[in-house]
């Protein structure tokens, strides 16, 4: 398993990625399309539009739209669940808008957590692991299909037979894979047996003044350990893995008293992230660029080589000054 291109790229520096938060409005499409755009002009390395179909917007049907009105930017979902389209239809989606987008494409791919969710597309909601089992499936499947010759596969929980995506993905070898969640003992491994990126985020409450960032970036630092662990068993190069870090809400201002204000107008509860739903408050950086500026450097520290950083799609001062500010700091 080679290193893929983008992985080898890690050594001109730390690259950000922006996941983009979607209103559930009629206009939002259309106004993706040019925040789309500022993001590419803004240098960004990635956008990401996450995949919850119960609560927000299809990530295939926009990133299908940013590839028309963009060039350069790498497109993707930081996840997309297994459990909501059959592993070949996945592949079939992610192939055809690697090629769309002229090999663009990252493929995040999950197990799933929202239960209602998975109610909602009448889908098994099992435990953790053996959701983490169909991954397993779902990833194997995946790879194959996108081969030379027809791949049949019986997994516990999904199959395919005589499957083959034509015309096969873009990329040389294939679209990055991305593999989403922090879990040290079996999200980790599916990364080092599967992955071409892992993206993880610390559990501490991120606005709980008496946490330093030193203690933040440790439980950064040992998730990253935990990877090299099983790198190392499954005789993996350690470096074929791209390091990247995960900011569940990201609200930037000039002044700490104007980060404030936007964080006391942000209903969570309503927010079309359900991650932001669950965590509330307690997971938003409503900082100002030097307080970002901190953090990020703390969590380069410990070894992310890659930063995707969910935040509202409408809050273009956030993109601005993250790019402009934040990034150059942190990267130089």
Not at 91 to 105: I, T
Not at 208 to 219: E, F, N, Y
């Amino acid at each position: 398993m080679a290193r893929h291109p983008w992985v080898s790229a890690a050594h001109k520096g730390i690259r950000w990625g922006v996941q983009l938060i979607v209103p559930n409005t009629r206009d939002a499409l259309p106004n993706l399309m040019q925040t789309g755009k500022l993001v590419e002009d803004l240098g960004y390395d990635a956008l990401f539009i996450f995949d919850h179909p119960a609560v927000h917007v299809d990530p295939w049907i926009c990133l299908s739209g940013l590839a028309t009105v963009t060039s350069r930017l790498r497109l993707g979902s930081a996840v997309n669940c297994v459990w909501y389209r059959h592993p070949a239809y996945l592949a079939r989606l992610a192939a055809d808008l690697d090629n769309l987008s002229q090999g663009r494409l990252i493929l995040g791919v999950g197990s799933g957590w929202l239960e209602r969710e998975f109610r909602a597309v009448d889908q098994p909601f099992h435990v953790i692991p053996v959701r983490q089992r169909g991954l397993d499936d779902a990833l194997t499947i995946i790879n194959g299909v996108w081969g030379p010759t027809p791949f049949t596969y019986k997994g516990e929980h999904f199959q395919t037979e005589a499957m083959q995506i034509e015309p096969d993905p873009y990329q040389t070898p294939h679209p990055p894979i991305l593999i989403g969640g922090s879990g040290e003992r079996t999200t980790l491994r599916q990364v080092a047996q599967y992955g071409d990126a892992c993206n993880v985020r610390e559990s501490l409450s991120i606005t709980d003044l008496t946490i330093t960032d030193d203690q933040r970036a440790a439980s950064v630092r040992r998730k990253f350990d935990a990877l090299h662990t099983h790198c190392d068993t499954l005789n993996r190069p350690y470096d074929d893995i791209l390091r990247t870090h995960f900011t569940l809400y990201l609200l930037l201002a000039p002044t700490e008293e104007e980060a404030a204000a936007k964080l006391a107008a942000l209903n969570t509860a309503e927010s079309t992230s359900p991650g932001t739903r669950r965590d509330g408050a307690t997971q938003v950086l409503a900082a100002t660029p030097e307080r970002a500026i901190a953090y990020y450097r703390a969590m380069a520290e410990a070894g992310s080589q890659y930063f995707v950083v969910q935040l509202d799609g409408t809050d273009h001062e956030t993109i601005r000054l993250l790019a402009e500010e934040v990034a150059p700091a942190v990267t130089g």
